[in-house]
């Protein structure tokens, strides 16, 4: 046996292995400049807030979208901000389409994608699980939130190992850590915490060329939720410590942080926001 330590991930690299170059200054760190972003599901909700805020960072963006046509959005981000901002319909569902639009977006932005969130996912909207009559719903939820982001982690995975650095950032949910009530959802836990694991397994699949981190929302007030009754937000209201629900604006930097090079060694982390509901 060499007596030069490997790591256990790689098996490849010795130990100590090598520090990133970085910047001075601290809000340099948060910069995306020259960084070429994608992220799923961000034509509407928390995928578009956190698109807008790469381009405010200074990234060129993919916006992917399937229902909601997002090209004028996209040409407004990059009027507005001065970056490259373009949009793809795809079908997350779809591998080969998954696999298609990544190698499309990487042609059309240089070469390279230097950070993929896997965003893209629907509520359970179909009450206690015994309910329904069959697996539609079952499936509809699993296929999506689960297996679209599978199929994306296989895509992006490649073209990080090839160009040898990359961080991938997938929105999990505070329903991956608690059961939520009143309304029933066990479909959706289930498939959130799994998204949570698959972060933290990745993490160590691919320390050796890219980061895997998730992020955790708990209740924010986006577009998405308008179809939720207030007497069950208000229910929402009365267990969260801070008493309401969150900003896309109290989100975002979250991903900002995974993306960019202030979180170089973090990997493997999944970020609640939360505003405490899942303390006590």
């Known amino acids: 046996m060499s007596s030069e330590a490997k790591t256990l991930a790689t098996g490849l690299s010795p130990l100590p292995t090598p520090y990133p170059k970085l910047a001075d200054n601290v809000l340099d760190l948060f910069s ?41 959005k996209a040409a407004a981000l990059s009027k507005k901000y001065g970056v490259k901002c373009r949009a793809y319909k795809v079908q997350i569902t779809d591998p080969d389409d998954v696999e298609r639009a990544v190698k499309t977006i990487k042609d059309d932005f240089g ?43 296989k895509a992006i995975g490649r073209v990080f190992k090839e160009q040898g650095f990359g961080s991938l950032v997938m929105t999990a949910s505070m329903s991956g850590h608690i059961v939520n009530i009143p309304q029933m959802q066990a479909c959706y836990n289930a498939v959130k915490s799994a998204v949570i694991h698959l972060g933290k397994s990745l993490a160590v699949e691919w320390s050796g060329f890219a980061r895997v981190n998730t992020v955790s929302p708990g209740y924010i007030a986006t577009e998405i ?37 202030a979180s ?5 982390s999944d970020l609640k926001v939360d505003g405490g509901y899942c303390a006590p």
């Open 111 to 153: 070469g390279k994608i230097d950070i993929f969130v896997a965003n893209a996912g629907v509520p359970w909207t179909a009450g206690p699980l015994i309910d329904p009559p069959d697996h539609k719903e079952w499936n509809k939820v699993v296929n999506l939130d689960l297996n679209g982001v599978y199929y994306c982690c």
């Open 225 to 261: 939720s308008d179809f939720i009754p207030k007497e069950t937000k208000a229910k929402w209201w009365s267990m969260i410590p801070m008493g309401r629900e969150g900003l896309p604006q109290e989100l975002v930097a979250a991903y900002l942080y995974f993306a960019s090079d």
């Open 264 to 268: 170089t060694y973090t990997t493997g």
């Open 32 to 72: 995306l400049k020259g960084k070429v972003a994608s992220v799923t599901g961000s034509s509407t909700g928390i995928g578009y807030c956190v698109a807008e805020a790469f381009c405010q960072a200074g990234a060129d963006v993919a916006i992917w979208y399937n229902s909601h046509s997002s090209e004028e």
